[in-house]
Nanobody
Framework: QVQLVESGGGLVQAGGSLRLSCAAS????????MGWYRQAPGKQRELVAR???????NYADSVKGRFTISRDNAKNTVNLQMNILKPEDTAVYFC?????????WGQGTQVTVSS
């Protein structure tokens, strides 16, 4: 069993910053990728950013230049630094882990950006 525990969500004004963190624990077998997805009310879950074990990153076009994903392979953690936040970034953010042993999701953390 793999557990993903997220932290760092909250309420922030537009233009502000937040940092999300996710720690993975349990029976983890050969992690391939870790990342963050988000889901706003009435919308589908979408990729925000992901990072491979080798350090390759992918970002949604809407967050490029504002968000930075980082990862500590030794600690099985992934972080998302979010700067210049916009009201349209408001969503529940989910941590994701893809591995040879399976794919896992965190419970989600709410990010609310007020205008």
């Amino acid at each position: 069993q793999v557990q993903l525990v997220e932290s760092g969500g909250g309420l922030v004004q537009a233009g502000g910053s937040l940092r999300l963190s996710c720690a993975a624990s349990g029976s983890i077998f050969s992690i391939i990728v870790m990342g963050w997805y988000r889901q706003a009310p009435g919308k589908q879950r979408e990729l925000v950013a992901r990072i491979s074990t080798g350090g390759d990153t992918n970002y949604a076009d809407s967050v490029k230049g504002r968000f930075t994903i980082s990862r500590d392979n030794a600690k099985n953690t992934v972080n998302l630094q979010m700067n210049i936040l916009k009201p349209e970034d408001t969503a529940v953010y989910f941590c994701y882990l893809g591995s040879l042993g399976g794919n896992y999701w965190g419970q989600g953390t709410q990010v609310t950006v007020s205008s």
